[in-house]
T-cell receptor, first 112, second 117 residues
Framework: DQQVKQNSPSLSVQEGRISILNCDYT??????FLWYKKYPAEGPTFLIS?????DKNEDGRFTVFLNKSAKHLSLHIVPSQPGDSAVYFC???????????FGGGTRLMVKP | EPEVTQTPSHQVTQMGQEVILRCVPI?????FYWYRQILGQKVEFLVS????????KSEIFDDQFSVERPDGSNFTLKIRSTKLEDSAMYFC???????????????FGSGTRLTVV
């Protein structure tokens, strides 16, 4: 039951360029979406979130876009830096519950 | 910045033994969670806890699992009789942030790697 899906297991980007990480969901009850970054042997670290009443949220180099009709969200990182290299998870929360449903993650590698 | 602290960082146990994973959530948070990630798989929700009781649990959280907040600061996950397939990273999280009456903003700990042999 893959309610949240990240179809790209990995992404490689040159330093300074844009990284675009994608996430699709199927459950229309989801109303809040989050992106987490994870380094090996550490827990997920919150990056940015977006409520379903918005279509864009920006925080510094990170922007999340939400397309509700397509049930798709994306995380843009501009400019990408080598320190951004990590696994990125998108997660979704619904107004019917109090738990996060995670995607499978995308490993981002930013090359110097 | 406030942190969620988990101990131990790595636990090795024999199949059939009981384990207790410990977490100290952020002090003014009210909602507590356990998630796990089996190697190479997704992060999966196990249980949420609020006001000294379980508020939600997943299918994974069967009778072998229990949670407790024994002393107002610690939040524990107990697995009564471990199985090989319980080997995973276990993440504790806490939340206290509310948006329009709905809890948001989860902070995760660094995890406990449980290895069942």
């Amino acid at each position: 039951d893959q309610q949240v899906k990240q179809n790209s297991p990995s992404l490689s980007v040159q330093e300074g360029r844009i990284s675009i990480l994608n996430c699709d969901y199927t459950n229309s009850m989801f109303d809040y979406f989050l992106w987490y970054k994870k380094y090996p042997a550490e827990g997920p670290t919150f990056l940015i979130s977006i409520s379903s009443i918005k279509d864009k949220n920006e925080d510094g180099r990170f922007t999340v876009f939400l397309n509700k009709s397509a049930k798709h969200l994306s995380l843009h990182i501009v400019p990408s830096q080598p320190g951004d290299s990590a696994v990125y998870f998108c997660a979704a929360d619904s107004n019917a519950g109090n738990m996060l449903t995670f995607g499978g993650g995308t490993r981002l590698m930013v090359k110097p | 910045e406030p942190e969620v602290t988990q101990t131990p960082s790595h636990q090795v146990t024999q199949m059939g033994q009981e384990v207790i994973l410990r977490c100290v959530p952020i002090s003014n948070h009210l909602y507590f969670y356990w998630y796990r990630q089996i190697l190479g798989q997704k992060v999966e929700f196990l249980v949420s806890f609020y006001n000294n009781e379980i508020s939600e649990k997943s299918e994974i959280f069967d009778d072998q699992f229990s949670v407790e907040r024994p002393d107002g600061s610690n939040f524990t996950l107990k697995i009564r009789s471990t199985k090989l397939e319980d080997s995973a990273m276990y993440f504790c999280a806490s939340s206290g942030h509310s948006v329009q009456g709905k809890v948001r903003g989860y902070t995760f700990g660094s995890g406990t790697r449980l290895t069942v042999v």
